[in-house]
C-alpha cells in the first residue's frame, strides 16, 4: 500500500508559476512510476505528467507540454510538479497517483492507478 499526501497547491496569476509536490510513503515506493492527474469542475480527471521509477522517462500531456515539468526525489520519496506559464484553464484540483505494482509502464488512465493523494486546489486568475 501507497499513502500520498499533497501539500501545496494555491492561487496563483495567470502566466506565473507554483509547484506542487507529492510525498509518498510505504514499502518500495521508490520502485513506483508516478502520476499527476488533475480535474476541472464539471470535467474528466485528466492524465497531465507520469515519470518513471527513476526518472529516467516522463510523458506529458500535451495540453502541458514545455509549461509544467515533473520530477522526482526518490531520496526524499517525493515526486514534484513545477508548472509555468499557468492558464486560467489549468485551474483545477490535482491529483498524485500510484499505480498497483513497482517499475511497469507510465499509465495515462485513472483506473490503472490504485493509490491517491487527496488532491490540491490550483486556482489560476485570469
Known amino acids: 500500500q501507497v499513502q500520498l499526501v499533497e501539500p501545496g497547491g494555491g492561487l496563483v496569476q495567470a502566466g506565473g508559476s507554483l509547484r506542487l509536490s507529492c510525498a509518498a510513503s510505504?514499502?518500495?515506493?521508490?520502485?513506483?512510476?508516478m502520476g499527476w492527474f488533475r480535474q476541472a469542475p464539471g470535467k474528466e480527471l485528466d492524465f497531465v505528467p507520469g515519470?518513471?521509477?527513476?526518472?529516467?522517462?516522463?510523458n506529458y500531456a500535451d495540453s502541458v507540454k514545455g509549461r509544467f515539468t515533473i520530477s522526482r526525489d526518490n531520496a526524499k520519496n517525493t515526486v514534484y510538479l513545477q508548472m509555468s506559464s499557468l492558464k486560467p484553464e489549468d485551474t483545477a484540483v490535482y491529483y498524485c497517483?500510484?499505480?498497483?505494482?513497482?517499475?511497469?509502464?507510465?499509465?495515462?488512465?485513472?483506473?490503472?492507478?490504485?493509490?491517491w493523494g487527496q488532491g490540491t486546489q490550483v486556482t489560476v486568475s485570469s
Open positions: 515519470i518513471n521509477w527513476s526518472g529516467v522517462r516522463t
Open positions: 510505504g514499502r518500495t515506493v521508490n520502485l513506483y512510476n
Open positions: 497517483a500510484a499505480p498497483s505494482q513497482a517499475f511497469g509502464s507510465i499509465y495515462y488512465n485513472p483506473p490503472e492507478y490504485p493509490n
